[in-house]
C-alpha cells in the first residue's frame, strides 16, 4: 500500500524524500520503500508506450533536483579521455592517414578541425556502415593527432564524485534495464511462426526507453561507470533476471527467453540429432575432402592424424549435394546454445534477434569509452559471434544488418590489444574459421570441372543469394581486420590444424563459377554469377591472404611460410584427386578461380623474395609441377580465344570475365600469380616440353608447318591468326615479365604508373585507382604510399586544368615525360595490364606521335624492345626456354612462312617472333654443357639444329623439311610416290618412322611434331619421377584417324627445298620490308650506329638483331656477310609471277587510296574551317559587314539571303518570307546588377547575410510604384523601361531560312521518334546547319534600297526645321501593312516574345493586358537587348568595333518586328512628350483637370525610354537626319536632369555660391551652352514654389565634405550623361550601319558625342570637351528648364523626399557578378551541409545553393514543393526568370536550370591535382578554380548555356 500512496504524491518531494531515507546508514526501510515503489512503477505489462515510468525514473534518478540540473553536475565529473562520439550511416566524417594506426581509424569533425592535420595525408568521407571517432585513442591513432580537448589528459584533475550523488541511478537503473529487456523478450516472435511478424512496432514503442540510455551515456564517464557496473555484474542478473517467483507473468516471460536461446547454437537442437546418424556414414574422423578440415584435434592434443586421413571415406561427400558441418570442431562451445550470465549478454542477444536496431547499436558503442566495458563487451560480442552469423544469413535486411555489425567490430577489432586478448581468451580466430566454413557449407554443390561424373571436389554456387548479395562481408571484414594485426596473424599461422581448416574453405572456391563454351547455339541466359564469383575470391581468399602475407616478411617468419605452402600442395594434391585429374584438361572449359594455386604462388614469391629461401625447396616433385601448370595455362589460352571471339556464342558476360581477370583491383591477385606460377614451372620443367604445352593449348599446332596449306582440327581459318598472336605473346610476356622474379617494389611501381600512363593520360586519382593496390587492400596504402608522388613526378608531366574554346572543361592529368616514352615504354607490359585492347593500340599511337614529333622516327614504329632486369638466380631456368630447339624450330618455320607470305600471318606475328629471338640473344644461358643427356637427344629432332644454343642455332641451315600437306596444295608434286597415302600422320606418332622411310633418298628431310614432342617428354619426366611407369593411365591419342566420309582432301607427306638459316631469313625478310633488293650490303655492319636502333620500325628490329648477333659471335658476323655478299638478287621461291604482280598492284593501288583520301581530307578541313569562321564567334573583321544585316552597302540593293534548309539564295518577300534562326530567352542579368563593382559574397557563417535591395531590378521597381502613386498610369508606363528581371533577351546563330522550309523541318523534328534534348512542341530546335539551339525565327524585312542614298546624306537644315519634320512624322499614323505572310509571321513571333517571360514581368500596369501596358513591354524588349549588348561589350563602347556578343545581336530584325507592332498604337499629340522637349507650351488651366493626376514631369523621366518610344513609332525606315534631331533634343532633358541631380549633392552654402556665381554667366552670348549658367538657373528654379531641397539639409553637409570643383562636376555630368549616349550610339550602329571607333576610356564621352553628331568632328585633345557644348536648343534654354523645373515644384500630393528620390536617378550599374565564392570548399561544406532550410525548417537532403543570390534551398526536396514544382525549379523562376545557377553541396558539382531544362556543368572546386571530386567521393580538401568560375559567369552573363553545355535533359519540375 505504501506504494500507492507514494505514487499520488509530487515526484520530486517523493524522490527527495527517498534519497534522503538511503543516505542513512541503515536504509532498509528507503530500500524497500524503493523496490515497492518501482515494482509499481516499472511493471512491464503496461503498455511500453506510457511514459509515466520514463518520467518517475528521471525524477528518482535526479534525486528531488530537475533532470537538466542533474545532467549538468553529472557532467562536470566526466573523466573520459575519448572522444566516443557514435555516427549512424551517412555522417560525414574525416580519416586521416598520417596519424591512423589502424586503417579504419576515423574522427568527427570536431575533433578533425580541432587537431593540427596541415599537410597531413587526409580525407573526408561519407560514412557507410557508421562509426565512432576515435579521438584519445592512443591504440587506434597517434597522439600528436588528437584534438584540443582529447589532447589534455582530462581524466587526472576531475575531482572524484561524490558517493550519493549516483546512488539513486545505482538502485533505479537494473530494474529500468530489467524493464526494457521485459518487453523485449515479450515482444519477440520467431521468423518461422504464423504469427503476424512486427519486431519494428516492439522497437517503436520502446524509442524513448533506449533514447533515455543513450542520454544517460552522454552524461560522461561517471554515469557509464554505473552503467558498466550495472550491465556487468552478474549477481544483479542472477537477482533480477528470473522475476520473483510468485509473479506469473514474470515467469511465463522468463520462459519465452528460454525458448529463444535454444536455437541460438550454430547447429540448432534438431539438427543435432540427424547430425549423430549422418556422421557414422562418414566416418567418425569427420570424413574426407570438405571434411578433413575438422578433425578432432582438441586444442590440447595436436594430433597429426587427422592430416593425412585415408582419402576413401569422402566417396560419400559428393553424393550428397550439401555438405553439414561435423560437430567434432575442435571447440563444441562454437556450435552450441548460448548461456548468459549478465544483462549486457542478454541486451546483445535480442540487439541480434532484433537485428540490430539502430538505437540500441549507438546505445552499445556510447560505452566504449569505458575501459572495462570495452572488454566484456567484446567477449560478449565474441561468443555471440556464431549466432550473429547465423541470424544474417536468414535475415531479409541482410545489408542494413552486415552495416550495423560492421559497425560495432570494426570499433572492437581494430584495437590490436583487445583482438589479441579475445583471441587467446574466447578462441576469437576458431570461431571465424568455423562459421566461415558453417556459413559456405549452406551453399555448396558438386565441381563439374574435368571428370563432371565422378568428381567428388563441391565448390561454393556463385548464384545463390549468400555470395550474390555479398552477405559474407561482414564476417570476411572483420577476419581481414584482425589478421591485420601481428600478434593474431602470428597465431593463426602457428596453428596448424587452424590453417588446414582454412585451406579447405579456400578450396570451396577453386574451380567455382565453371564456364563451359557454347559450341552450337548461342546461350539463352546469361548469368551475371562471375561478379558474385570474382568478389568472393578477392574478399574472401585474397585479402585473408595479403594480410598473411604482410607478417611474412622477413627471415624469422620462414617457417610459416613453410608451413603454408606444405598445406597448399598438399589440399591442391587433394583437389587434383577429388576432380579426377591425370595430365589433360578438359576441353572447352575455364574457371577464372584458382585461389589456392595463387596461395601458392604468393607464398613461394614472398618466401625468394623477402625471406631468402631456397626455392626448390618448396617444389614439388616434376609431376606435381606438371599438373599446377595445366589450369593456369588454361586460362592464358581462354583469354586468348576470348578475344578470338571463340566464346562469342556465351555471350558478353565472358568478355566480362577476361577483363575483371586483369583488371586492376583484381590483377595482382589472378593473372600475376598465375603468370609467376607458370613462369616458376617454365623455369624447372623440360623447356621442350612446356613450349609444345603451350602451342598445343593454344590450339595453334597444326598451324606451325613450313606447308602453305594445313588443316586445322580445332580452329577455323579466321581464329588461327589472332590465336598464334597470343601464344607468341604469351611466351613473350612470359619470358619477359620481371614482376616476382627480382624487381624490387619501387621498379614495380614506376613500371605499372608507366604503363598506365602510356596508354592515357590519367587524372591523379584515376592512376591512384588503375595501380595495382600491393598487399592488403584494407590498409589504405599503396606501395610505399610516400613513393608515390615521387614517383609519379619522377615520369610524369603534370597538364594543368584547360579549357578548349568549344568550353569542355579538362581536368588536370599527368602525362609521360619524354624521355619515359623514349626509355621506358614497355609495350609488354601495357599488353598484360589493359582491359581493353584498344588501349594498347592507344598506348601505340602515342608512341609513334611521340617519335614524330621528337623527330626519332616518322613512320608507324614497332613496339619498342625494353631491356629487362636481371633475373632472381632461383628463376635463372626460365631463359632454357629462349634455348630449345622447340622454340627455335617454330621461330624458324614462322620466318619463312611470313616471308613466304602464307596466310594467317601478320606484323604482330613477326613482331613477337622477333621479340624472342631479341630476348634469346640478350639472356644467354650460362653453362657450357650443351646437352647434358644425349641419349635422349638423338632421336629428337637434332637434325634440325645441332644444339640448343640460340646464338649456334641462328646460322644452321636448313636444306630439306618433310611436311603433310593435303593433296590440293601447290607444293605436292603430282607424281607422288606410292607409298606415301600409308604414311602416318603427323599427328602423335613417333618421330623416328616418317624419317626412316625416306631416308635412302632423302638423309637430310627434317619433320617435326609438337604433339609427338611433348608426349615423349612427359613420358620420360613421369618415368624419371615414378618408378613403375604409369603408362596405363595416360590414354594415347590414336595413331591413325578414322576419316569421316566429306572430309578435307587427304593429307599427302612432301619434302621441301629450303636451304635457308634463321639469318638468311631475317635478311630476306629485310629486304622484303624495305623492298630493296641487297637492302643490306656486305659492309653495312661495320658503318652501323647502334643509336639510333632504340625506336623504329620491322627494318630496324631486324638491323637490331643482326647487330646484336655479329657483335656476340664472329661465326654470325661472317655469315652475315656471306649472306649479304651474294648480292645476286634472290628469287621469292616457287612463287608465279601473277601473284607477284598482284602484291605489287595491291601495294600500288594502296599507296593511290591513301594519297586520295588525304588530298580528300584536306579538302574537307578546308571547308570545315572557313565554315567555323562564318558561323562561330571567330574575331574577324571580314565577316563584320555580313552578319550585321543593316550594314551600309546592304542598304543599295535587296539584301539577299540563303536558306540553310533548301540551300537557295533570295531576299525576303512578303509572300515567302526569310527569318533568321533566334533563340528568345527571358533573363534577369540586368537585373541582378549592383552599383558595386565587387562581386557580393557567399555568406559562410550566421552572422553573414545578402541584402538584394541596391539590385539595378529592385531599384526600378520601387521607382515605378513610387510613380505609380502620384501620377497617371498611362504616363508612367511611358517613363521608365522594365525588362530588368524577366526581359526578353534575343540571340542569333546568323543563319537564315524560309519561313515555309522551318515549318516542314519542325513537322520532320515532331515525327523523329530520337530522343532529343530540346522539346519540339514548345518550338525549340536546333539550326540545321550549326546545330545550335533556338525556339524562333525572326522574320527579316524586304530589303528597300529607294531612299537609301538620301537616307544618309547629311544635312544642313537647321534645327527648328528638322524638330518640326520630326513632329509633323509621329502626328503620321502608322499604315497599317497590308495583310502578308510576313505580316502574319511577325505577330506569330511578338506572340512567342511574349510566350518567354512570365505574366509577372509584363503586366506593370494597373489595368493589366491595356495597350499601355504592351506598350511598355515592346519597347522594354528593345531596351533589354541593347543594354544586354552594352554588357557583353564590357559595359561600355570603347572596344568599338564588332564583338562576339554583336555577331548574336539581331536588333535590326528585332527593331522592325516591333516598330510594325508598336504601329497599331499612336501616342495622344495632347500627350506627347516631344512637344514638351521642344515647345514651351501654355499651361492648361489647373481646375479643370484637378480630379486626373498629373503626368508625370519631364525630368522623371527615363531619356533612353523615350528614345526608343520616338525611333519605334516613327514611320520606317528614319532618315538619319531626324534621328540625330531626335538624340540631341533628348540630350538637351538629359543634361538638365544631370544638373539637378547634381545640384541636390550639393550643401547648402555650395549651392548658394554656384547659383550666384553663374547667374552673373546668364547674360553672356554662350549661356546656353555653359553648365555654370544653366546649373544656377536649375538651383534657383528648383528652390521655388515647393522647394525640392528643403530635404536634407542636415545629411548632405555631413556626405560632402569635399568641395565640388569645376572639373568634378564636368566629370560627374559626363558620367550622367554616358549610358545615354552608348545606348544611342549603339542603336545608330545597328539601324544604320555605322561603324563604332574604338577609344580609351577617357576619350569616351567626346568620341561618341562625334559620333552622334552632337560635336561637329573630332575636337583637339588639347581642348577638352565641356558635355555642354553638345547642348542645342530647339526654343530658349532658360524657357524650357522653367517649364520643366516646374512641373517638379509644382506638385502638391507629393512629399519632397519623394520627388527627391524620383529626381536623383543614377543610371550606372557595375556590370553583373555572380557571388564571390571561399577558396576552401570546406568552408561552404561544413556551414551548409548541416544548415536547416529558411522554409521548411529541416535539414536538405541534398542542400542547393543559387550562385545569383545566395539562397539555400533543397533540391529535390518534397519538403518545399509547391504546385508539383520543386524548391530549386521554383526559385529559378523566382531570381533568373527561368535561368538558375545551383551549386549542390553534397556534390560539390554545378547544375544549370534553363526552362524546362537542366544539364550538370561540373564543378568550379578541384582538388590539388586539378580534378574535380562529383560527390565528394575521394574526400580530399577542394579549392576555387578562378577560370572554372570565369567562365561560368561569362556563359551566364552571355547567356549561352544552351550552346556550350551539349547533354541536357528535362526536370520535370522535380529538382
Known amino acids: 500500500m505504501m506504494a500507492a500512496s507514494l505514487l499520488r504524491r509530487d515526484k520530486k518531494a517523493t524522490a527527495a524524500h527517498l534519497k534522503a531515507d538511503l543516505n542513512r546508514t541503515d536504509n532498509s526501510s528507503g530500500v524497500r520503500q524503493l523496490q515497492e515503489l518501482l515494482d509499481a512503477v516499472l511493471n512491464p505489462e503496461k503498455p511500453a508506450a506510457d511514459t509515466e515510468a520514463l518520467d518517475w525514473c528521471k525524477c528518482l534518478i535526479a534525486g528531488g533536483e530537475g533532470f537538466e540540473e542533474f545532467c549538468k553536475t553529472v557532467r562536470s565529473y566526466d573523466n573520459a579521455t575519448l572522444c566516443g562520439l557514435v555516427w549512424t550511416a551517412n555522417f560525414v566524417a574525416y580519416r586521416c592517414r598520417s596519424c591512423g594506426i589502424s ?86 516472435i520467431e521468423p518461422d511462426t504464423s504469427a503476424e511478424r512486427d519486431l519494428q512496432k516492439v522497437l517503436q514503442q520502446l524509442e524513448p526507453q533506449i533514447s533515455f540510455l543513450e542520454e544517460l551515456t552522454k552524461m560522461g564517464g561517471a554515469m557509464r561507470t554505473v552503467l558498466t557496473k550495472i550491465l556487468t555484474n552478474q549477481q544483479t542478473f542472477k537477482e533480477l533476471s528470473m522475476g520473483q517467483e510468485e509473479n506469473l507473468y514474470a515467469k511465463k516471460n522468463y520462459d519465452k527467453y528460454l525458448s529463444a536461446l535454444k536455437n541460438s547454437g550454430l547447429v540448432s537442437v534438431e539438427e543435432k540429432a540427424q547430425g549423430a546418424t549422418a556422421d557414422v556414414t562418414v566416418g567418425a574422423e569427420g570424413g574426407a575432402g570438405a571434411m578433413v578440415l575438422l578433425g578432432p584435434s582438441a586444442p590440447g592434443s595436436p594430433d597429426e592424424s587427422s592430416k593425412e586421413e585415408d582419402t576413401d571415406a569422402g566417396q560419400s561427400v559428393g553424393q550428397r549435394k550439401r555438405v553439414k558441418l561435423s560437430s567434432s570442431t575442435k571447440d563444441p562451445s562454437i556450435i552450441e546454445s548460448l548461456k548468459h550470465k549478465c544483462f549486457l549478454e542478454e541486451l546483445l542477444f535480442w540487439t541480434i534477434k532484433y537485428e540490430f536496431p539502430q538505437k540500441m547499436v549507438t546505445f552499445l558503442l556510447n560505452m566504449l569509452p569505458d575501459q572495462d566495458y570495452k572488454i566484456t563487451f567484446t567477449k560478449t560480442f565474441v561468443q555471440h559471434y556464431a549466432f550473429i552469423m547465423k541470424t544474417l544469413m536468414k535475415s531479409h535486411e541482410s545489408d542494413t544488418m552486415s552495416n550495423r555489425i560492421v559497425h560495432i567490430s570494426v570499433q572492437l577489432f581494430s584495437n590490436e590489444e583487445l583482438a589479441r586478448h579475445v583471441t587467446e581468451e574466447c578462441q576469437l580466430l576458431d570461431i571465424m574459421v568455423t562459421v566461415l566454413l558453417y556459413m559456405m557449407e549452406s551453399c555448396l554443390i558438386k565441381s563439374e570441372l574435368q571428370d563432371e561424373e565422378n568428381s567428388r571436389h563441391v565448390v561454393v554456387n556463385c548464384s545463390e543469394a549468400l555470395l550474390k548479395n555479398n552477405t559474407y562481408w561482414p564476417l570476411v571484414s572483420d577476419f581481414i581486420n584482425i589478421l591485420s594485426h601481428q600478434s593474431v596473424a602470428k597465431k593463426f599461422l602457428e596453428d596448424h590444424s587452424l590453417l588446414m581448416l582454412w585451406m579447405s574453405f579456400v578450396s570451396f572456391f577453386q574451380g567455382m563459377n565453371l564456364n563451359k563454351r557454347e559450341l552450337n547455339e548461342h546461350v539463352e541466359f546469361e548469368s551475371q554469377t562471375y561478379y558474385a564469383a570474382f568478389a568472393a575470391e578477392l574478399e574472401a581468399c585474397a585479402q585473408p591472404m595479403w594480410g598473411l602475407l604482410t607478417h611474412c616478411k622477413v627471415k624469422e617468419t620462414q617457417e610459416y611460410t613453410k608451413t603454408v605452402v606444405r598445406y597448399c600442395l598438399e589440399t591442391l594434391q587433394i583437389w587434383f584427386d577429388a576432380i579426377g585429374f591425370i595430365d589433360e584438361p578438359a576441353p572447352n572449359q575455364v574457371t577464372f578461380h584458382l585461389p589456392l594455386h595463387r596461395y601458392y604462388a604468393m607464398f613461394l614469391s614472398k618466401a625468394v623474395k623477402c625471406q631468402g629461401l631456397d626455392l626448390d625447396s618448396l617444389l614439388p616433385d616434376q609431376e606435381m609441377l606438371m599438373k599446377i601448370m595445366v589450369h593456369p595455362l588454361q586460362i592464358q589460352a581462354c583469354l586468348s580465344e576470348i578475344h578470338s571471339n571463340m566464346w562469342v556464342r556465351n555471350g558478353l558476360q565472358i568478355k566480362g570475365q577476361a577483363m575483371t581477370y586483369v583488371q586492376s583491383h583484381f590483377c595482382n591477385s589472378m593473372i600475376d600469380p598465375d603468370i609467376y606460377l607458370l613462369q616458376v614451372c617454365a623455369s624447372r620443367l623440360d623447356p621442350d616440353y612446356f613450349i609444345s604445352s603451350v602451342f598445343e593449348r593454344f590450339k595453334v599446332v597444326d598451324l606451325l608447318t613450313m606447308a602453305s596449306q594445313h588443316q586445322n582440327a580445332v580452329l577455323d581459318s579466321e581464329q588461327e591468326r589472332p590465336m598464334l598472336e597470343g601464344a607468341l605473346t604469351f611466351l613473350v610476356i612470359l619470358t619477359s615479365l620481371r614482376i616476382h622474379l627480382g624487381m624490387t617494389d619501387d621498379e614495380i611501381l614506376r613500371a605499372e604508373m608507366v604503363s598506365q600512363l602510356c596508354m592515357n593520360d590519367r587524372t591523379h586519382s584515376a592512376l591512384l585507382d588503375l595501380i595495382p593496390e600491393n598487399p592488403n587492400p584494407k590498409s589504405g596504402i599503396v606501395p610505399g604510399i610516400c613513393s608515390f608522388e615521387e614517383m609519379l613526378s619522377a615520369v610524369a608531366d603534370f597538364k594543368a586544368p584547360v579549357f578548349e574554346p568549344g568550353g569542355s572543361m579538362q581536368q588536370g592529368m599527368y602525362t609521360p615525360k619524354a624521355e619515359v616514352w623514349e626509355k621506358e615504354f614497355d609495350p609488354i607490359m601495357v599488353v598484360l595490364r589493359t582491359v581493353y585492347r584498344r588501349d594498347v593500340q592507344s598506348a601505340m599511337d602515342r608512341y609513334s606521335a611521340f617519335l614524330k614529333q621528337s623527330g626519332i622516327h616518322s613512320g608507324n614504329p614497332w613496339p619498342p624492345y625494353k631491356e629487362r632486369t636481371p633475373l632472381h638466380p632461383c628463376y635463372k631456368g626460365l631463359i632454357k626456354l629462349l634455348h630449345c630447339k622447340t622454340l627455335h624450330i617454330v621461330i624458324f618455320t614462322l620466318l619463312y612462312k611470313i616471308w613466304m607470305d602464307h596466310q594467317n600471318m601478320s606484323e604482330h606475328v613477326l613482331c613477337m617472333v622477333l621479340y624472342l629471338i631479341e630476348l634469346g640473344l640478350d639472356n644467354q644461358v650460362q ?81 617435326f611434331s609438337l604433339v609427338a614432342e611433348r608426349r615423349r617428354k612427359f613420358q620420360e619426366i613421369i618415368n624419371r619421377s615414378s618408378t613403375e611407369a604409369t603408362q596405363v593411365v595416360r590414354p594415347k591419342s590414336s595413331s591413325t584417324r578414322w576419316v569421316p566420309p566429306g572430309t578435307p582432301p587427304q593429307l599427302v607427306t612432301e619434302i621441301l627445298e629450303i636451304r635457308e638459316s634463321m639469318l638468311s631469313l631475317l635478311i630476306k625478310l629485310h629486304q622484303k620490308m624495305s623492298s630493296k633488293q641487297n637492302s643490306l650490303s656486305a659492309s653495312w655492319l661495320e658503318d652501323m650506329d647502334t643509336s639510333r636502333h632504340a625506336h623504329g620500325d620491322g627494318i630496324t628490329a631486324i638491323e637490331r638483331i643482326l647487330t646484336k648477333a655479329a657483335t656476340r659471335s664472329c661465326q654470325i658476323k661472317r655469315s652475315i656477310q656471306d649472306i649479304c655478299g651474294k648480292v645476286c638478287p634472290p628469287v621469292p621461291p616457287k612463287k608465279n609471277s601473277p601473284t607477284d604482280k598482284k602484291a605489287m598492284d595491291k601495294e600500288e593501288r594502296r599507296q593511290r587510296a591513301r594519297e586520295r ?139 537564315t531560312l524560309h519561313i515555309d522550309c522551318h515549318k516542314s523541318y519542325m513537322e520532320s523534328l515532331r515525327n523523329d521518334q530520337v530522343l532529343q534534348g530540346f522539346s519540339v512542341d514548345k518550338g525549340e530546335f536546333t539550326c540545321p546547319l550549326c546545330r545550335q539551339f533556338a525556339n524562333s525565327v525572326l522574320p527579316c524585312r524586304p530589303g528597300r534600297g529607294t531612299e537609301a542614298g538620301a537616307w544618309h546624306a547629311p544635312t544642313n537644315k537647321k534645327t527648328c526645321v528638322l524638330v518640326k519634320e520630326v513632329e509633323d512624322l509621329q502626328e503620321k499614323l502608322g499604315l497599317f501593312p497590308t495583310e502578308s505572310n510576313l505580316s502574319k509571321e511577325m505577330d506569330l513571333v511578338i506572340k512567342d516574345i511574349k510566350n518567354t517571360t512570365q505574366k509577372k514581368y509584363m503586366d506593370y500596369g494597373k489595368t493589366p493586358g491595356s495597350p499601355d501596358n504592351d506598350f511598355l513591354f515592346m519597347y522594354s524588349v528593345a531596351r533589354t537587348n541593347l543594354e544586354l549588348e552594352l554588357v557583353h561589350r564590357g559595359g561600355n563602347l570603347c572596344s568599338g568595333g564588332a564583338s562576339a556578343a554583336a555577331k548574336r545581336s539581331c536588333l535590326n530584325q528585332l527593331f522592325h518586328v516591333l516598330a510594325m507592332h508598336m504601329r497599331l498604337y499612336s501616342i495622344d499629340s495632347a500627350y506627347n512628350p516631344w512637344t514638351k522637349l521642344t515647345q514651351i507650351t501654355q499651361s492648361k488651366e489647373a481646375d479643370s483637370f484637378d480630379e486626373e493626376r498629373p503626368e508625370v514631369p519631364m525630368l522623371f523621366r527615363d531619356v533612353p525610354s523615350l528614345l526608343i518610344i520616338f525611333v519605334l513609332t516613327m514611320p520606317q525606315p528614319l532618315r538619319k537626319e531626324h534621328f540625330t534631331c531626335v538624340v540631341k533634343m533628348l540630350y538637351n532633358l538629359q543634361f538638365t536632369q544631370a544638373l539637378a541631380a547634381l545640384s541636390t549633392k550639393f550643401s547648402p552654402e555650395e549651392r548658394q555660391a554656384w547659383s550666384t556665381s553663374g547667374a552673373l554667366k546668364k547674360n553672356a552670348a554662350n549661356a546656353e551652352k555653359s553648365f555654370e549658367a544653366l546649373l544656377s538657373y536649375v538651383i534657383s528654379e528648383l528652390s521655388k514654389d515647393k522647394s525640392v531641397y528643403k530635404v536634407n539639409t542636415e545629411e548632405t553637409s555631413m556626405l560632402s565634405s569635399s568641395v565640388w570643383s569645376p572639373q568634378s562636376i564636368e566629370f560627374s555630368l559626363q558620367q550622367f550623361c554616358l549610358p545615354f549616349l552608348r545606348l544611342s550610339c549603339l542603336l545608330q550602329h545597328h539601324l544604320y550601319g555605322d561603324n563604332l571607333t574604338g577609344c580609351s576610356e577617357e576619350e569616351e564621352f567626346s568620341s561618341l558625342a562625334v559620333c552622334l553628331g552632337l560635336l561637329p568632328s573630332a575636337p583637339q585633345p588639347s581642348n577638352t570637351v565641356h558635355s555642354a557644348s553638345c547642348l542645342e536648343w530647339a526654343v530658349s534654354a532658360f524657357d524650357l528648364v522653367t517649364q520643366w523645373c516646374a512641373e517638379v515644384t509644382g506638385l502638391s500630393q507629393m512629399q519632397s523626399e519623394q520627388s527627391l528620390t524620383l529626381l536623383v536617378q543614377d ?149
Open 1707 to 1855: 543610371p550606372q550599374w557595375a556590370a553583373p557578378r555572380l557571388l564571390q565564392l571561399p577558396d576552401n570548399y570546406n568552408i561552404i561544406f561544413q556551414y551548409y551541409h548541416r544548415k536547416a532550410c529558411t522554409s521548411c525548417k529541416k535539414v536538405p537532403k541534398d542542400p542547393a545553393l543559387c550562385l545569383v543570390c545566395g539562397a539555400f534551398v533543397c533540391l529535390k526536396g518534397v519538403c518545399c514543393k509547391q504546385q508539383g514544382i520543386c524548391e530549386c525549379v521554383l526559385h529559378s523562376q523566382h531570381c533568373g526568370a527561368a535561368t538558375g545557377i545551383f551549386l549542390l553541396i553534397n556534390a560539390s558539382v554545378i547544375i544549370i536550370i534553363r526552362g524546362h531544362r537542366f544539364c550538370l556543368w561540373g564543378s568550379v572546386y578541384l582538388d590539388a591535382h586539378g580534378e574535380e571530386d562529383r560527390d565528394l567521393r575521394r574526400g580530399k580538401p577542394l579549392f576555387l578554380c578562378e577560370e572554372r568560375y570565369r567562365v561560368l559567369e561569362q556563359q551566364w552573363v552571355s547567356h549561352t548555356f544552351d550552346h556550350i553545355n551539349k547533354r541536357w535533359g528535362p526536370h520535370y519540375n522535380g529538382l
Open 927 to 1007: 653453362d657450357s654443357k650443351e646437352d647434358e643427356e644425349p641419349c635422349i637427344e638423338e632421336h629428337c629432332h637434332d637434325s634440325w639444329f645441332p644444339g640448343t644454343n640460340l646464338l649456334s642455332n641462328l646460322h644452321h641451315v636448313i636444306n630439306f623439311v618433310r611436311v603433310r600437306v593435303p593433296e590440293t596444295a601447290p607444293e605436292v608434286k603430282r607424281e607422288a610416290p606410292p607409298s606415301t597415302s600409308t604414311e602416318a600422320s603427323s599427328y602423335g606418332q613417333n618421330s623416328r618412322r616418317l624419317t626412316g622411310n625416306w631416308r635412302e633418298n632423302l638423309r637430310e628431310a627434317q619433320v
Open 103 to 188: 586503417p579504419c581509424m576515423s574522427l568527427c569533425a570536431e575533433c578533425f578541425n580541432n587537431g593540427d592535420h596541415t599537410g597531413h595525408d587526409f580525407n573526408m568521407f561519407r560514412s557507410q556502415a557508421g562509426g565512432a571517432c576515435d579521438c584519445g585513442d592512443s591504440n587506434v591513432m597517434r597522439e600528436s593527432g588528437f584534438c584540443r580537448r582529447h589532447r589534455l589528459r582530462t581524466g587526472e584533475n576531475v575531482p572524484s564524485i561524490p558517493r550519493d550523488l549516483l546512488l539513486m541511478s545505482e538502485m533505479v537503473l537494473p530494474r529500468f534495464i530489467l524493464c526494457i529487456i521485459q518487453y523485449l523478450r515479450d515482444g519477440y
Open 1157 to 1295: 583520301q588525304q588530298k580528300l581530307l584536306a579538302e574537307f578541313a578546308s571547308r570545315q574551317k572557313s565554315f567555323m569562321e562564318t558561323a562561330m564567334d571567330v574575331e574577324s573583321p571580314d565577316t563584320e559587314a555580313a552578319m550585321d544585316l543593316g550594314a551600309s552597302e546592304v542598304m543599295e540593293s535587296e539584301v539577299l539571303y540563303d536558306c540553310v534548309i533548301c540551300g537557295q539564295s533570295g531576299p525576303s518577300t512578303e509572300d515567302r518570307p526569310t527569318g533568321l534562326v533566334v533563340l528568345l530567352q527571358a533573363s534577369s542579368v540586368l537585373g541582378h546588377r549592383c552599383k558595386n563593382k565587387e562581386a557580393k559574397k557567399l555568406p559562410t557563417s550566421d552572422e553573414e547575410h545578402i541584402y538584394p535591395a541596391d539590385t539595378c531590378g529592385v531599384a526600378h521597381d520601387v521607382r515605378l510604384t513610387l510613380m505609380q502613386r502620384f501620377f497617371k498610369d498611362s504616363s508612367c508606363l511611358q517613363s521608365v523601361s522594365i525588362g530588368w528581371d524577366g526581359g526578353v533577351y534575343v540571340q542569333t546563330c546568323g543563319h
